[in-house]
């Protein structure tokens, strides 16, 4: 498969967007669009014009407004209607007025629901496919046909099925595209339908794979060993029900496992960094365990494992992080040796190197800590404070004297609670006292009260904002006597830096004032600010 050239075709914007909860505005598919074409996939589906009317006014913008280095730009549609002809079909027109220089036709490959969804014979299912891409290629447009429902209708009916992509092999088409469109298939069944499938056809053909049987990756690659040449799907594998084949796992794993050549220029290096990009634009949070740009897609956990990596990080990794722009991360628990905790020290600019007696001093707290409730894996802050603090090297930017919180219902309605926080500390020489007596319960008043009395000493805090808050209890057999695990995200608003600290307790008051103080302490290392206790 070495030196082949495999087309990759992104559908996020049209096929990607019919995903549960995701919304995008024009503007979002312009800043996603963009972030495509410097992925460096082949050609980016933009939508159906003249079907949807925000799609119409995102083509209209995109001729004005983008210009694109590697991909180019396709509009989305069907083919003409069995009463009319391709040139007289409104819908057919406004792919030609779309000025998109790629055309997609969906068309019916399946003979049921030739007759029993668009009501009309299998011979003229097929005039339809043939005159509409005879129509569009006339008007100098490429043109690609999706056939839908394929591998159903070629079980039904393989001849048929056959014949709906001939027909469009006539009309001048340039690719076939085979569309799992139920999302069904498996990987061997795919490739011994693309295998008979290329010997009866003389045109590229394609996959769009959907992932209802969770193969939509290994389903695309399936049919590109079978001879396929062109693959579509989405950035993160979005998609109606359970989204389409992940485009970026498809092409690493082309690009990365075969040596085909898929993403232009320096895309795939780029990949981890525009694919989490691409879910701040959609609003849906990155998935952490997706393949080649999760989180964790890297991340190791296991002693044993991290002395391994020591010695070589390729004997625990299928592939070098660096190729999809992500990082190798040790994870610290309560299942880390001495080795995760050096390497972990190292990623965070710490040389443990041959400093037993400390790696063991924090490997066993690190141990202690877990087994009464603390999670570092998902707390690097925390850990570094733990680290630092074994160190010597553990600043002290404040004293806290006490602390304390009061709740009580709302006058006139026992529904309804008032949060009071009071703390006393020292920072900046002197004695400070803050009594908050708003807050969104005793949490969020115990945050107002810190930061306000932390403000005037360190302004830099007024950047810390609180992003994410996650309780966890830990014992839930013990009831309300059960242990409290809380973790923080804090963003710093001006360099966009996050981080996260975690904090355990009886309660989640105590649990929650645990991770508050480490996280504006942490922020303020971070930002360079010096102690002034």
């Known amino acids: 498969m070495a030196d082949l050239t495999v087309e990759i075709y992104d559908t996020t914007l049209r096929d990607g967007a019919q995903q549960e909860g995701m919304n995008l505005s024009v503007a979002d598919k312009m800043a996603i669009a963009a972030l495509l074409d410097e992925l460096g996939v082949g050609v980016i589906e933009g939508g159906w014009p003249g079907a949807v009317p925000k799609d119409t006014e995102f083509f209209a913008l995109v001729h004005k407004e983008l210009?694109?280095?590697?991909?180019?730009?396709?509009?989305?549609?069907?083919?003409?209607?069995?009463?009319?002809?391709?040139?007289?079909?409104?819908?057919?027109?406004?792919?030609?007025?779309?000025?998109?220089?790629?055309?997609?036709?969906?068309?019916?490959?399946?003979?049921?629901?030739?007759?029993?969804?668009?009501?009309?014979?299998?011979?003229?299912?097929?005039?339809?496919?043939?005159?509409?891409?005879?129509?569009?290629?006339?008007?100098?447009?490429?043109?690609?046909?999706?056939?839908?429902?394929?591998?159903?209708?070629?079980?039904?009916?393989?001849?048929?099925?056959?014949?709906?992509?001939?027909?469009?092999?006539?009309?001048?088409?340039?690719?076939?595209?085979?569309?799992?469109?139920?999302?069904?298939?498996?990987?061997?069944?795919?490739?011994?339908?693309?295998?008979?499938?290329?010997?009866?056809?003389?045109?590229?053909?394609?996959?769009?794979?959907?992932?209802?049987?969770?193969?939509?990756?290994?389903?695309?690659?399936?049919?590109?060993?079978?001879?396929?040449?062109?693959?579509?799907?989405?950035?993160?594998?979005?998609?109606?029900?359970?989204?389409?084949?992940?485009?970026?796992?498809?092409?690493?794993?082309?690009?990365?496992?075969?040596?085909?050549?898929?993403?232009?220029?320096?895309?795939?290096?780029?990949?981890?960094?525009?694919?989490?990009?691409?879910?701040?634009?959609?609003?849906?949070?990155?998935?952490?365990?997706?393949?080649?740009?999760?989180?964790?897609?890297?991340?190791?956990?296991?002693?044993?494992?991290?002395?391994?990596?020591?010695?070589?990080?390729?004997?625990?990794?299928?592939?070098?992080?660096?190729?999809?722009?992500?990082?190798?991360?040790?994870?610290?628990?309560?299942?880390?040796?001495?080795a995760s905790i050096e390497l972990k020290g190292k990623e965070l600019g710490f040389d443990l190197t041959g400093q037993s007696e400390l790696l063991g001093r924090v490997t066993d707290r690190v141990k202690r800590a877990e087994a009464a409730g603390y999670t570092f894996d998902a707390a690097d802050a925390s850990f570094e404070l733990l680290l630092r603090h074994e160190l010597g090297q553990s600043p002290r930017f404040w004293d806290v004297e006490t602390w304390t919180v009061h709740v009580a219902s709302a006058p006139g309605d026992p529904r309804e609670a008032d949060a009071e926080a009071v703390v006393k500390l020292r920072a900046g020489g002197q004695r400070r006292l803050l009594t908050v007596g708003e807050g969104n319960g005793p949490v969020n008043a115990l945050d107002h009260a810190l930061r306000q009395a932390l403000v005037a000493v360190y302004p830099e805090i007024a950047r810390f904002e609180l992003t994410d808050f996650k309780v966890r209890i830990m014992e839930a057999s013990h009831g309300t006597d059960a242990v409290t695990r809380v973790l923080i995200t804090t963003a710093d608003t001006e360099t966009g830096y996050t981080w996260r600290t975690v904090g355990v307790g009886p309660n989640v008051i105590e649990a929650s004032w645990e991770a508050l103080t480490e996280a504006l302490l942490y922020g303020l290392l971070k930002a360079g600010v010096a102690p002034n206790p």
């Open 67 to 338: 210009s694109f280095t590697h991909a180019q730009f396709a509009a989305f549609g069907m083919t003409r209607r069995g009463d009319t002809t391709a040139s007289n079909d409104p819908q057919v027109r406004a792919l030609v007025d779309s000025e998109a220089p790629i055309i997609t036709l969906v068309a019916k490959s399946d003979i049921r629901h030739a007759e029993r969804a668009l009501r009309v014979s299998g011979d003229e299912n097929l005039r339809m496919i043939e005159d509409t891409v005879a129509f569009l290629v006339s008007e100098g447009r490429r043109v690609i046909l999706d056939a839908e429902h394929f591998f159903d209708g070629y079980r039904f009916d393989p001849d048929y099925a056959v014949k709906a992509l001939l027909a469009a092999q006539d009309g001048g088409a340039s690719a076939l595209v085979l569309c799992d469109t139920n999302g069904g298939m498996l990987p061997d069944d795919v490739a011994s339908i693309v295998t008979d499938v290329d010997s009866r056809t003389e045109t590229a053909l394609g996959m769009h794979a959907h992932n209802d049987s969770g193969c939509a990756v290994a389903n695309s690659m399936a049919a590109v060993s079978a001879g396929a040449t062109h693959v579509q799907g989405c950035v993160n594998g979005y998609g109606e029900r359970t989204g389409n084949a992940d485009l970026v796992a498809v092409a690493a794993n082309l690009q990365i496992k075969r040596g085909a050549i898929t993403l232009k220029g320096d895309g795939l290096k780029e990949a981890t960094r525009i694919a989490h990009a691409i879910s701040e634009i959609t609003n849906i949070a990155p998935y952490p365990r997706q393949p080649y740009v999760g989180a964790s897609a890297f991340a190791h956990k296991a002693g044993l494992h991290a002395s391994a990596i020591k010695v070589d990080p390729d004997l625990y990794q299928h592939t070098d992080p660096a190729h999809v722009g992500n990082d190798m991360r040790m994870l610290v628990s309560e299942m880390a040796g001495r």
